[in-house]
């Protein structure tokens, strides 16, 4: 199945996030280690860039205001598919 | 708060309908060793732990639970979405049809609704964080009874992901344990 340049830029941003998170729970119990910290900082660069990139392209990620509505004339966030109907 | 972000964890794409095998995942969903309780449990315990990594982690563990909640819902539809009468018929599922058609529901895919009663949040650190890691272990064994019982590679592949996140979370689980005995101990000689 080919994939569309929507779901590759969600699997760059699902392969940053994933590392993040690791390091989030890793730095909860180790909250001293830096070198970790500094690997975090760096992948919460990465997620922002391309967040920002696919926000600009498909509308909000994140509800609430937590992502922008690129289209001046229509509601982005209520576009299909939604995760649970990826396929 | 939460907020909520437009995307899976992890994809789950699968294609072919599949009741037999949705009422068997339906168990992490909203059974007792499922993503609902895990999620509930540490999100409830968090409140009165005595130390800034025992918050973190409960909040952070508790966060990703859901996040894992929604991946297994959506496994669980896709696998009943377009589901003919008779596959549901053989799959033994009739009883998933007459209550909910093809509809994704927490409780198990024998009908056992889900209930608090599965979970603990007894306000003693160290005995509720024990309880933590058996429940990561217990879904660890649900993980893989799951996957025995799969043979569809989109089927395995995320279940064989979440599974290896019940492994990291015991891991932390543990070290977040060690760390409250230390915080025991040291109140005991001050």
Known sequence: MRKDQREMILDRIRAYEFAAAELNLYLD???????????????VKQIEALKKEYERLYGPLLNFGFGP????????WIDDPWPWESY | MWIY????????????PNPKMAAAILSQYGGPDGELAASLRYLSQRHHMPI??????????????????????????????????????????ESWYTDH????????????PFTAAY????????????ED???????????EHLIDLADDPDVIDPLRWLREREVVH?????????????????????
């Open chain 1, 29 to 43: 119990s180790h909250p001293g280690d830096k070198r970790a910290i500094n690997d975090f900082n760096t992948f």
């Open chain 2, 119 to 130: 979970i603990m949040s007894k306000g003693d650190p160290i005995a509720d964080l024990t």
């Open chain 2, 5 to 16: 972000e437009k995307k899976l964890q992890y994809p789950v794409k699968i294609k072919r």
């Open chain 2, 170 to 190: 015991f891991q932390r689980f543990g070290e977040i344990l060690n760390k409250l005995y230390e915080w025991k101990d040291s109140k005991k000689y001050y």
């Open chain 2, 133 to 143: 890691l058996a429940a990561e272990q217990k879904a660890r064994a649900t993980y």
């Open chain 2, 52 to 93: 800034p990594e025992a918050k973190g982690m409960l909040n952070d563990i508790g966060t990703e639970e859901l996040a894992h909640f929604e991946m297994v819902g959506a496994m669980v539809h896709q696998l009943m979405k377009g589901a003919s009468i008779e596959e549901i018929k053989a799959a033994g599922a």
């Open chain 1, 69 to 76: 509505n690129a289209d001046q004339n229509r509601w982005q």
């Open chain 2, 101 to 112: 058609d093809r509809a994704t529901w927490p409780g198990t895919g024998t009908g056992v």
